[in-house]
């Protein structure tokens, strides 16, 4: 049973026939249903333009949540009480008109969340509609990503929204903030005192943040060849990921001190000027290979593609934060389509002792690294080094794992979606696992200046094979400073 209770309330999702809510969404709502975590009273208004039959809509939601959610998972009495929890409203959203139905179906005294699954063009007017029909002071509004594509862009979303709604009931999805393991990295560092005296430029030497994709752009080559790596991963959740391992500790769990930290360290990012991008920047794109022994077409071959993109679709960068705590730290981000498997990792590598006194051939394998894998088999692993046992090995040296594998540890409880988590804290009113606007803009800034400096020296992304780690520049990239990525080349 759940420990926590969750208030009843609204959920109007807007953009509910597009692919993130029929894939992600309603199985994440269906979830929250299915572990009681949803009010009794909870309802859920699918918005969307299409006309016709609103039953055709709500069996075609029926259908895609059957097909998103695991078969093991799908239980008949929790997905009739889903459905009944369901109606289908179709409407222009920049159609003030269509929003006094909407009135009628939130009905009296409920709280409204607004999620919208739709391009961020029509936020504003979304929520200007909510405002005129006196919706907003009890609407919390969630906002999918990309918000803009630079910092200009991005802005002009968040003024718009800011019209109407204050902060505290604008949550900004970053859906890397609601993976189990992402939230562990604030309790393994805030909770343990062993790691957080050690986090330090003293005693870490870098840190290497991977999110490698096995796919390639699936059927969303026009979004995509707008965004690019940088602005689609890079500009969101890596740099998400490196300020939680750089931030700070704050003074609570509060969603603003925790926020507060991660502007900091927005802030403190060294800019990468045009005369640095040759060597801190590599930009990719995929051509033709071959994933899982199957051939696969390149970036410009794909369905509705053009062959003239330069949209890169891979960048590794070395980030440096200017601060006490991480002078001298490099941070080597690395983000891939099209990579030889699906992995997010962290790992954090610690300086090797003062003094080394073991066998001098075995010093390459002396320095402890904290892994933190966020997919797949979530987990944390500490390599140690130990002994060999046996009475002949003498004191010869292996680095070994102390490991924390979540989905085994945890083997009974399943790991939940990041969209289940997001999805519970927006409806219980906490805001820790969303972002800030000064967030968004900071990260902006960072990553327009890289963007104007290609445009400046009209780099071209280097070609790699799909399936392999991205081009040869990527591994220069950090061999020229004595390292190499951790465990896959
Ligand atoms: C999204 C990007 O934000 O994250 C996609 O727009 C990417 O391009 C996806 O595929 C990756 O998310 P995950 O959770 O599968 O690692």
């Given at each position: 049973m759940p420990t926590i209770s969750v208030d009843s309330c609204t959920i109007a999702l807007f953009g509910a026939l597009g692919d993130l809510a029929l894939r992600k969404l309603f199985p994440a709502l269906y979830q929250l249903d299915r572990a009681g975590l949803l009010n009794p009273e909870t309802r859920i208004l699918a918005l969307a333009r299409e006309g016709g039959e609103a039953q055709q809509h709500l069996s075609s939601i029926e259908q895609h949540l059957c097909r998103h959610v695991p078969a093991g998972e799908v239980d008949a009495a929790v997905l009739q009480r889903f459905l009944a929890r369901l109606s289908y409203l179709s409407m222009d959203f920049l159609e003030v008109d269509a929003y006094e139905t909407l009135v009628d179906q939130v009905g009296g005294a409920q709280s409204l969340i607004a999620y919208f699954a739709t391009p961020a063009s029509v936020y504003g007017g979304i929520c200007a509609n909510l405002a005129r029909v006196g919706l907003a002071e009890r609407t919390r509004v969630v906002l999918e990503k990309p918000i803009g594509h630079d910092l200009e862009s991005s802005r002009a979303v968040n003024d718009a929204v800011a019209e109407y709604f204050p902060e505290s009931r604008v949550y900004r999805i970053d859906h890397y903030l609601g993976k189990e393991t992402v939230q562990n990295l604030i309790a393994l560092r805030f909770a343990n005192s062993l790691f957080e005296t050690q986090w330090n430029q003293n005693f870490i030497s870098h840190v290497e943040i991977t999110v490698a994709e096995k796919v390639g752009i699936e059927g969303r080559w026009g979004y995509f060849d707008q965004a690019g790596q940088l602005r689609d991963m890079i500009q969101n959740h890596l740099l998400q990921l490196l300020c939680l391992i750089a931030m700070d500790p704050p003074s609570d769990l509060s969603a603003n001190s925790i926020r507060d930290e991660k502007v900091k360290v927005l802030k403190a990012l060294a800019p990468i000027t045009a005369e640095q991008l040759g060597r801190q920047v590599v930009r990719g794109q995929y051509v033709a290979g071959s994933s899982d022994g199957k051939a696969v077409p390149g970036y410009l071959e794909e369905?509705?593609?053009?062959?003239q993109s330069d949209t890169e679709t891979f960048v590794a960068l070395r980030a440096d934060i200017r601060n006490w705590r991480w002078a001298g730290v490099p941070f080597y981000l690395r983000t891939g389509k099209r990579m030889p498997q699906k992995l997010s990792q962290i790992v954090i590598h610690f300086k090797e002792p003062p003094h080394y006194i073991f066998a001098p051939e075995q010093r390459q394998l002396i320095g402890n690294k904290l892994i933190i894998r966020l997919?797949?088999?979530e987990g944390i692993a500490l390599q140690v080094m130990t002994k060999d046992q046996g009475l002949d090995k003498g004191m010869h040296l292996r680095s070994g794992p102390l490991q924390l594998n979540f989905s085994d540890t945890y083997r009974s409880a399943r790991i939940p979606d990041a969209y289940e988590r997001l999805l519970l804290e927006v409806m219980r009113g906490n805001q820790n696992l969303f972002v800030r606007k000064d967030e968004i803009e900071h990260a902006w800034e960072w990553c327009d200046q890289l963007i104007a400096g290609w445009k400046r020296l009209g780099d071209a992304p280097k070609p790699y094979p799909a399936g392999t780690w991205g081009p040869m520049g990527a591994v220069a990239l950090i061999t020229r400073d004595g390292r190499s990525w951790y465990g896959d080349l």
């Open positions: 369905e509705n593609s053009n062959t997919q797949p088999d």
